[in-house]
């Protein structure tokens, strides 16, 4: 789930070392966290954010695959 993300995020800023992705693993659910350049967030969210929603919805299709639940938090 962590390289769906990263790989994502890489693909779609201007700065890609400075992009983070960290996960923090409960029973049910796993909260994966990305953090990018500040000039980057409008790009990773898109308009209306649009992108966050698709990014989102693919990582909840990735997760059902393993039985799993995973929430995306996009960090400022």
């Known amino acids: 789930m962590k390289d769906l993300i990263k790989y994502l995020a890489c693909a779609l800023v201007d700065h890609p070392e400075q992009v983070e992705v960290t996960e923090v693993e409960g029973e049910q659910t796993s909260v994966i966290e990305l953090k990018v350049a500040k000039e980057d967030l409008?790009?990773?969210?898109?308009k209306q954010g649009r992108t966050a929603r698709a990014m989102r919805t693919l990582l909840s299709a990735a997760s059902a695959k393993l039985d799993k639940r995973a929430v995306l938090e996009i960090i400022e």
């Open 42 to 46: 409008g790009k990773v969210i898109g």
